[in-house]
């Protein structure tokens, strides 16, 4: 279960990107893309949140921007209390170095076989973390730890497996490795980026079980990305987790596992479940949008970013971009949740 501790503070980040309108054309109009667009989030220690939403939403992103492998165009990352990008400059005067965050701050890609140095054994791999982490380490006691860690994660006999090449083993097995890779820097947060997606789905709750089991062992937390909301249901519901549902850059909902699943407040964590058939839900009926097309990120919708495809858009959600709510134990981005609000009284979009 999460601590009371905060590990990473985001305040109103954003993540502009400027696309040029032709590679052709040097001297084209610059164009900025949204990728993230005012998220505040609080992790704490032993926390799990997932970040759902469709391909482009803006997920990864945000995931990169908060272990500070993506830069902030606007607000700032916190770790423990501390802005990681003024760290980073050497603008403040701290006992805390980069490399110490770096250090705690750790990703499991997709394709773990694109990360794994294909020229180097399991156990030259593996030893890298705990050169940074211990350098005084005997190469015996590297060993030692290796092994154990190979034994916990189910690659045994973990001697024969230590001088394995990357290519010689399956997709799940790379997985694994990359997982104690993470493990070994004895990281604070784990940004898991779409870590089972490429999985048997006969794997992928085995997976999720192991990553859990383990963050008991090590005190971690996990950012967990996923396009699947049955994946992320499962990990933050056996975690007292949270999942954060994303639309074009923004959280447009984030509350505990069942609360999100079984009571939505937003209307587009309501497109998720009807378009969701492993969540095992009664019969969701016709498609709960307007519209099906998502709009264009590099020219999102005026007002709430939704309300183009939303069933429950009225006049009041073209006119401005709502404000986070408390409801219950959700934090919902939507006007909806104001029972005074001039919404109610606006009339209906129709087109």
């Known amino acids: ?15 502009h990107f400027e696309n040029k309108s032709s590679l052709l054309d040097f001297g084209g109009e610059s164009e900025t893309v949204r990728a993230v667009d005012g998220v505040s989030l609080d992790i704490y220690e032993r926390d799990v949140i997932a970040l759902v939403g469709e391909s482009g939403c803006g997920k990864t992103t945000l995931g990169k921007t908060s272990i500070g492998l993506q830069r902030p165009t606007g607000g700032s990352v916190k770790y423990r209390g501390e802005d990681i990008w003024d ?27 694109a990360s794994l140095n294909p020229n180097r054994r399991l156990v030259s791999i593996l030893s ?9 380490l005997s190469k015996q006691e590297k060993r030692e730890r290796i092994y154990a860690l190979l034994e916990r ?38 940004l898991a980026d779409e870590a089972i997606s490429a999985l048997d789905v006969s794997l992928r709750v085995e997976m999720m079980d192991l990553m859990l089991d383990l963050q008991e062992e090590f005190d971690t937390s996990y950012v967990f990305i996923s396009h699947d909301l049955s994946n992320a249901r499962y990990f933050t ?7 954060g549902v994303m639309y074009l850059g923004q959280i447009a909902e984030i509350g505990p596992a069942e609360a999100m699943i079984q009571d939505p407040h937003h209307p587009y964590t309501n497109v998720l479940r009807w378009a969701t ?28 970013n939704f309300q183009t495809r939303c069933p429950e858009a009225r006049e009041a959600c073209r006119q401005a971009d709502p404000q986070t709510y408390h409801a219950e134990n959700q934090r919902v981005r939507c006007f909806r949740e104001d029972e005074d609000h001039e919404y109610w009284e606006s009339p209906e979009l129709t087109d």
Not at 5 to 11: A, K, R
Not at 128 to 136: A, F, G, I, M, Y
């Open 1 to 15: 279960m999460p601590g009371d501790e905060v590990v990473l503070t985001l305040e109103d980040v954003e993540v």
């Open 87 to 113: 760290i980073r400059d050497g603008k403040v005067d701290t006992d805390t170095e980069w490399a110490d965050i770096r250090q705690s701050l750790q990703i499991i890609h997709q394709d773990p076989g």
């Open 128 to 136: 890298e973390p705990l050169r940074q982490v211990n350098p005084n």
């Open 153 to 190: 994660v189910g690659m045994t006999p973990a001697a024969d497996f230590a001088e394995r090449y990357p290519h010689q083993l399956s997709g799940g097995e790379q997985q694994r490795v990359a997982l104690c890779r993470a493990l070994l820097m004895n990281p604070d947060v784990i």
């Open 237 to 243: 519901a056996h975690s007292g987790g949270r999942i």
């Open 277 to 304: 058939p492993d969540l095992s839900l009664q019969d969701a009926g016709e498609v709960p949008m307007r519209k099906i097309d998502i709009p264009d990120p590099i020219d999102p919708p005026k007002g709430c």
